[in-house]
């Protein structure tokens, strides 16, 4: 017999002493599954419970769940789990929403303020250090909590390292600008460099970088001016440069060595019988080619010659090095690929013939050797295994210049165009016209094509403009920058700045990030050389 006031199918306790849960499937006469029904509650003795009859619908409703909520949490967490997952697949799509909405906050947690209470500050500093500019601003503004995390971790110093290590852009910034001898090391409180300093410095970089595009745009520059001096033939034929100095090869016979910081002409070599054609150079080493027929190796720091190569039977035109690799032409039409061990044991690996008229330019990495010539074709050489590759047709006329960089090669040519050629399938992407003679020499980058002609000019084009055939020509070149009085034979450029060379016999710095204001564009550097070492 059923206890008086319980259903058969309450909770009841098992021969172990457990609560036991009551069978919510079956069909039920317990109140509480009826809804608190009609039937009356009995008291122990049998009567009826005349409270029950005084009590309203909402009392009763109240006092149910107040019974079920005790019954619950007697339960085991267990039993409560099995129990909850019944009652929720009894729910409807709009109870299960409503429940969504509850739980959903519930489930929350703010981890960033809760790591540091729990001493785990680093784990806040390196999840949120993974935020961008935009997130890390937003997340300063949660709380307090948030802010100070921020603020102890130095996060907008972290973001501004990891900018400079994955960025040119902010690397070179960082040293012109000097503020990376604060980063990537700690900082002393004596300096007094606190986050505050690293938050203000995020726009400020951002604004400098801003007003550079807009410069290129612009051409709004500062024009630097070094006169050469040279003692009989007039002109600058090649050059290459760094932060600290320009080395420069002259049409009399010379290579000068420039200062970036005053301009000062710091040293002469001297040994070419011809006119220096080409250099290139790294933290050991000048190589130049000459129109003496020879190679010549130079120490960077103190001017020695160290070696004198001898193979190429006409004007070496131009030359690149890279690792332990070296590739020369010629005006003898060949192309010689060399083994470099030491600065003075350089040796010929290999003859690479193909061209029949001179090899004016080459350029090479892993994979590619790739070479122009006045034949008005390009040909492109397996590096490794100095197997020829492929021709690119195309320029109506003589080739005088060209790079190789990723797929890329851009060209350009005496019937004064520029082409852009996918190297790996040979096919030109892009025809570039506009200057009105020579194209004379040429650099590219992801952003911008640098070129160079006999008419004076060095004109900037849009790169990435310029590989989207939607893009209509007269849109892709962006300036066109006049301030040489003779033909520009060379050039090279970053983000920040133009470095070029003319038969005017000077060197012209265009810089883009510092403009001077309108009326003060140029300076002149006139110092006399020193005597030749």
Known sequence: MPIAGHD????????????ELPNFTGSSSSPLEKGGGDTPMLCENGDEDSSQFSMSPREQHDQEGEMCLRLFESWTQFRQTEFVEQLIARMSFHQHEHLYSILM??????????????????????ILSYLDSRSLCRAEQVCSDWYQVIDDGLLWKKLIERKVATDTVWKGLSERRGWGKYLFRHVPPSEDITHQFYRQLYPNIIRDIQNMESNWKTAHHTLTRIECHSENSKGVYCLQYDEKKIVSGLRDNTI?????????CTRVLQGHTGSVLCLQYDERVIITGSSDST???????????LNTLVHHCEAVLHLRFNANTMVTCSKDRTIAVWDIKAPNDIVLRRVLVGHRAA?????????????????????????????????????????????????????????????????ECGACLRLLEGHDDLVRCIKFDDKRIVSGAYDGAIKVWDFQAALDPRSPAESLCSRTLMEHSGRVFRLQFDDFQIVSSSHDDTILIWDFLDPAPPGQMETDQTQKPPTPS
């Open 105 to 126: 906050p519930m489930l929350q947690r703010d981890f960033v303020t809760v790591l540091p209470t729990k001493g785990l500050h680093h784990i806040a500093f390196q």
């Open 295 to 305: 190679i010549r190796v130079w120490d960077v720091d103190t001017g020695q010659m």
């Open 256 to 264: 000068k060595i420039w200062m970036k910081d005053d301009m000062s």
């Open 8 to 19: 058969s199918n309450s909770p009841t306790t098992s021969d172990s002493g457990e609560m």
């Open 359 to 423: 090899v004016n330019v080459v350029d090479f990495d892993d994979r590619y050797i790739v070479s122009a010539s006045g034949d008005r074709t390009i040909k492109v050489w397996r590096t490794s295994t100095s197997e020829f590759v492929r021709t690119l047709h195309g320029h109506r006329r003589g080739i005088a210049c060209l790079q190789y960089r990723g797929n890329h090669v851009v060209s350009g040519s005496s019937d004064n165009t520029i082409r852009i050629w996918d190297i």
